[in-house]
Nanobody, 115 residues
Framework: QVQIVESGGGLVQTGGSLRLSCVAS????????MYWYRQAPGKEREFVAK????????EYADSVKGRFIISRLNLQSTVYLEMNNLKAEDTAVYYC????????WGQGTRVTVSS
């Protein structure tokens, strides 16, 4: 059974950086795409970034392209989201999602960007 735990969120000023982590378990992590999504207050959950099983194919939402970097360490069953030059509109709860079970969502980690 897929389990996902996100961490690394917090309060940061505009222009700052954070690195989110997501540890997954319960399946063969290295065989599946991993995704980051976010949900801002009052808005629908939206795609942020995705990375394939071996880390060679990566895609970003236009809103974060050039500022966020997704990466993974398969031996540690972990996927990261490095977020730079943060903006107020990046404020959201960030969720990690596994290609193994797309309908499973963890608790998320909250990111608040203050001006």
């Amino acid at each position: 059974q897929v389990q996902i735990v996100e961490s690394g969120g917090g309060l940061v000023q505009t222009g700052g950086s954070l690195r989110l982590s997501c540890v997954a378990s319960g399946y063969a992590f290295g065989n599946y795409w991993m995704y980051w999504y976010r949900q801002a207050p009052g808005k629908e959950r939206e795609f942020v970034a995705k990375i394939d099983a071996n880390g060679r194919n990566i895609e970003y939402a236009d809103s974060v392209k050039g500022r966020f970097i997704i990466s993974r360490l398969n031996l540690q069953s972990t996927v990261y989201l490095e977020m730079n030059n943060l903006k107020a509109e990046d404020t959201a709860v960030y969720y990690c999602n596994s290609g193994r079970q797309r309908d499973y969502w963890g608790q998320g980690t909250r990111v608040t960007v203050s001006s």
